[in-house]
C-alpha cells in the first residue's frame, strides 16, 4: 500500500492544535465518534489541504464469538468512503458477550479484551475478518491490543497467532508498539520474539501511545506520554521493516501543542536512526470466498457452531467475572481480574461522567463513589449513553439523591430523556416503572 507516513490521532480536544503541526502526514479518527454526513470543520479542513484520514473502529468486536454484526459494519464501510480513506482499522478483541449462543443477558466490557490463543479462537477470528473484509469498501487492517490477563491453556504465541491469521486471510497488521510493551511488562511476552514472529511485511501502520507502571502493572493510558521502551519498541520494529506509517495516539489529559510535537519528533528520530531493513515481499492476499457485500452469513454456515460455542461460553464466564461479580474461571489470575475489573469499572465512571456531565454536577461528589457500586453486580448493555439513564432510573427508584434538590433536578432530566414510555426492558424498565410510581405518590 502506499506510504502514508507520520501521522497523530485527531481528537476534538486538540483539532486546532493538529492543524498547526508540522509534518502531520496523516490522521485517524475514531469511526464511531464521527457522522459521515456532519463532519467536524476542523476535520473537514484537514481534507481539504490533502490530509489522509483513516477510521479506526472500536465497537466491532472481531474476536467476539458472534459473528460482526451487519449494522456496525455497514456504519464502518459508510465513514470509510466518506473520509475517502485508504483503509479502515479495527482490534482482535472481544467486547461484549453472553447472547443468544450462550443463552443468557448480552453484556458489554466497554473496553478491549484480548482473545484467547487458541484454535477455537483462531478459527472463529478468520471468519469473522473474512466477513468484514467482504463487507468494506477498502482494505482492512487488524490491530494487536495490550491486556492485563492471560488466557489459561493457550496454543499459541502472539506472534504465531498473528501470523497464521495473516496467511489464513490475507488482513494487513496495525502493529500498536505500546501495545507489545504493556503486555511484555503484564505478560512477560518478549517484544522482539514477538516482531521475529510477525509477518513484518503485512504491517499497514503502527501506532505509539504513553501508559503509566502502578504497583507492577502497566496500564496503557493514552493519556501520559510515550515513554523511552516503547519508543525502543518501535526501533526493534523499524530494525526489521520500514512501516508505511507511524501514528501518536492520545485520548486524555491532553498537552501543550509543543509537547505533542516534540513527541512526534522523538518517533520521527527513531524512523530516521534506524538501519535499514532487508526488503521484504508483500504479502500476497489469500483469496476468500466472497459474500454479497454488507451481509452477514446465516447462523450453521461457516465456522462450526460448536465451536462458537465454546469461545461465547468461555468469554461470557470471563467478562461476567468482570463486570458482574461473578467468580473468576478456572485458571486466571484472580489478583490480575481485580485490577482489570477497577479499571473497566473507571473507565464506565469516566465516560459516563464525559457524555452525560449532568449527573456529576447534579451529584457532586457522591458521583463516582455512587456510580462505582452501581457497577458492581450491573453490566453494561446497551452503550454508555443508556448507560448514564439506567444509572439515574436506578437512583430515583430508591428515593436518591437524598438532598430534594438534586433529586428534584434528576428527575427533571430522566423526564426529558425518557419520553412517554419507560427506557428499555426487563430490569430497566420494571426500573421505570418503579420511578413513575415512586413519582406520582409524591
Request: aromatic share 4%.
Amino acid at each position: 500500500m502506499d506510504r502514508l507516513g507520520t501521522g497523530i490521532g485527531w481528537r476534538p480536544e486538540i483539532a486546532d492544535g493538529i492543524a498547526e503541526l508540522p509534518g502531520v502526514d496523516w490522521v485517524e479518527v475514531v469511526a464511531e465518534n464521527i457522522c459521515p454526513g456532519h463532519l467536524p470543520p476542523a476535520l473537514q479542513a484537514l481534507r481539504a489541504r490533502g490530509t489522509t484520514v483513516v477510521p479506526h473502529g472500536v465497537s466491532l468486536g472481531l474476536g467476539g464469538a458472534e459473528r460482526p454484526d451487519a449494522g456496525r459494519l455497514a456504519a464502518l464501510a459508510e465513514r470509510a468512503e466518506a473520509l475517502g480513506a485508504p483503509l479502515v482499522t479495527e482490534h482482535i478483541a472481544f467486547v461484549r458477550a453472553g447472547g443468544p449462543l450462550t443463552a443468557s443477558a448480552a453484556m458489554e466490557a466497554g473496553h478491549l479484551l484480548p482473545v484467547p490463543r487458541t484454535r477455537d479462537a483462531l478459527d472463529v477470528l478468520c471468519e469473522n475478518v473474512r466477513i468484514a473484509q467482504d463487507a468494506l469498501p477498502v482494505p482492512l487492517a487488524v490491530e494487536n491490543i495490550a491486556a492485563l490477563v492471560n488466557w489459561p491453556g493457550e496454543e499459541m504465541t502472539e506472534g504465531q497467532f498473528l501470523a497464521e491469521l495473516v496467511e489464513r486471510t490475507g488482513v494487513r497488521l496495525l502493529i500498536d508498539v505500546a501495545n507489545l510493551h504493556t503486555n511484555h511488562v503484564n505478560r512477560n511476552e518478549d517484544p522482539a520474539t514477538a516482531l521475529d514472529e510477525l509477518p513484518v511485511e503485512a504491517i499497514a501502520y503502527v501506532h505509539v501511545a504513553g501508559g503509566i507502571e502502578r504497583d507492577g502493572v502497566w496500564h496503557d493510558t493514552h493519556a501520559h506520554p510515550v515513554t523511552r521502551p516503547v519508543l525502543d519498541v518501535l526501533a526493534e520494529l523499524c530494525a526489521r521493516v520500514t512501516p508505511p506509517g507511524v501514528l501518536l495516539e492520545r485520548d486524555e489529559d491532553f498537552p501543550a501543542t509543543g509537547e505533542l510535537a516534540a513527541e512526534l519528533d522523538a518517533i520521527r528520530t527513531v524512523l530516521k536512526e534506524a538501519p535499514t531493513p532487508a526488503t521484504l515481499p508483500a504479502p500476497e492476499p489469500v483469496p476468500t470466498p466472497r459474500r454479497v457485500p454488507g451481509t452477514v452469513p446465516a447462523p450453521g454456515t461457516g465456522t462450526a457452531t460448536a465451536t462458537r460455542q465454546r469461545l461465547a461460553v468461555a468469554q461470557t464466564a470471563l467478562l461476567s467475572a468482570l463486570v458482574a461479580g461473578t467468580p473468576a474461571p478456572e485458571g486466571f489470575d484472580r489478583r490480575r481480574l481485580h485490577v482489570q475489573s477497577r479499571a473497566l469499572a473507571a473507565k464506565r465512571a469516566s465516560v459516563v461522567a464525559k457524555i452525560a456531565p449532568e449527573l456529576p454536577d447534579i451529584l457532586g461528589e457522591d458521583f463516582r463513589p455512587g456510580f462505582l457500586a452501581y457497577t458492581r453486580h450491573r453490566p453494561m448493555r446497551h452503550g454508555y449513553r443508556q448507560d448514564a439513564m439506567d444509572f439515574a432510573v436506578h437512583l430515583l427508584a430508591e428515593g436518591r439523591p437524598a438532598d430534594p434538590d438534586a433529586r428534584h433536578r434528576l428527575t427533571q432530566r430522566w423526564r426529558d430523556r425518557a419520553g412517554p414510555k419507560p427506557p428499555g426492558a426487563g430490569p430497566a424498565r420494571r426500573l421505570a416503572h418503579a420511578v413513575r410510581r415512586a413519582l406520582h405518590r409524591r
